[in-house]
């Protein structure tokens, strides 16, 4: 923040209804150039735009992937080298975009960091992100560019069989325009990347910003590579069962190698981990406690999205301060949601209905 700005700022602190002529008329400088400052102050996060309202510097900022899935579902048990009865839906995606859009629609201030084109892409993107409330203007737009593509074929049951990821934008994401938004890096309450990042991004996110705190989501084993000598620097990480093997380097084939594997992250620096089982649940594990959750046996209408809403719901609870049992119990039903549903986010999520989810729960027990 510049000089000029903190003194704009501590005006408006002082008097929110002051206006633009009466900051310049005390500052000695022209209206214009306090509109200037004051939409710097909006883009940096400080101020909500309008009626000077001030920023709470409760937001989560998301840098990741954004990006347009297409996605076959096909009727019955697929046919390779054949065509398949289906149906294609197109709906925005990109995990990084998807954990953003179900944060939004739990009700937490979302910033999104990504890149997509001005094509017909990068438009369903933006109008999607807008309608679910994520906050799209720190994003990278870049002209005569394709945004990326998600191109994937599901089962009967609603399972990834096979995919094609054409995500070379979101190279153009690099440390110089990251080094743009560090104020709104800095001003978050919670950082979530994922690995479509590039290597040098990460590394400088993760070393320039050490006292923040960072959820990790790996994405895929090749990519979640990137971070195996930097894993110590996150808060939490939500790795399936084959990307903690590529990042402890333990081959998991039963309860005693998973317990390895979560020590191996633990002891790296890594406060929390919970280790995705599919249909078995959620293995979790921190310096103090360490449990095992079985998953709740629902149809699979598309299994997508379920890990996005999951780590959404991991950031919901901490910005909420909920407890460990609370958080699983939470996520866990924010995932199926996203199971249960045909789009990639469930457009019926919501924090009510996870939270009474959380609540049947604890009466249970």
């Keep these: 923040m510049t000089s000029r700005e903190k003194e704009i700022l501590s005006m408006i602190k002082q008097n929110s209804m002051i206006s633009q002529q009466e900051i310049a008329d005390t ?61 294609v839906k197109v709906s925005a995606g990109g995990v990084g ?32 992100c807008r309608t679910a409330g994520v906050d799209i ?10 945004s990326s593509s998600y191109l994937s074929i599901l089962d009967g049951n609603g399972d990834m069989k096979v995919a094609i990821s054409d995500m070379d934008i979101i190279n153009e994401l690099n440390i110089d325009f990251i080094k743009s938004k560090s104020h709104i890096i800095e001003n978050s309450s919670a950082i979530v990347i994922d690995t479509n990042l590039s290597q040098g991004v990460i590394e400088y996110l993760l ?37 903690t093997e590529e990042l402890t380097g333990i081959k998991i084939s039963g309860d005693n190698e998973l317990r390895k594997a979560a020590e191996v992250l633990i002891n790296k620096g ?55 049992d609370e958080t699983i119990v939470f996520s866990m039903s924010a995932a199926e949601m996203a199971l249960s549903h045909e789009n990639t986010i469930n457009p019926n999520i919501s924090a009510e209905k996870l939270l009474e989810k959380v609540r049947s729960d604890r009466n249970v027990k």
């Design 27 to 87: 500052l000695g400088i022209a209206r214009s150039s306090v509109a200037v400052h004051i939409a710097n102050l909006v883009k940096k996060g400080y101020i909500k735009g309008k009626g000077y309202v001030l920023g709470d510097n409760k937001y989560v900022t998301v840098i990741g992937g954004a990006n347009v899935d297409i996605q076959g579902f096909s009727f019955e048990e697929l046919r390779f080298k054949d065509s398949n009865p289906g149906k």
């Design 270 to 324: 890594v406060k929390r981990v919970f280790i995705s089982l599919g249909s078995k649940g959620v293995f979790y594990k921190d310096q103090h406690i360490e449990k095992h959750v079985d998953a709740t046996a629902i149809k699979v209408v598309n299994a997508t999205g379920a890990g996005d809403a999951f780590m959404a719901g991991l950031l919901y609870c901490y910005i909420n301060n909920m407890d460990i």
């Design 207 to 243: 070393n320039n910003f050490r006292h923040k705190t960072f959820f990790m989501d790996t994405v895929s084993i090749t990519k979640a590579r990137k971070v195996s000598e930097l894993i110590g620097y996150f808060h939490t990480i939500k790795p399936n069962i084959y990307e």
């Design 137 to 146: 203007e720190n994003c990278l737009v870049l002209k005569n560019s394709p």
């Design 97 to 128: 975009r998807n954990i953003a859009e179900n944060l939004s629609r739990l009700g937490i201030q979302t910033k999104l960091i990504s890149a997509f084109g001005d094509d017909l892409y990068g438009e369903k993107i933006t109008i999607e």
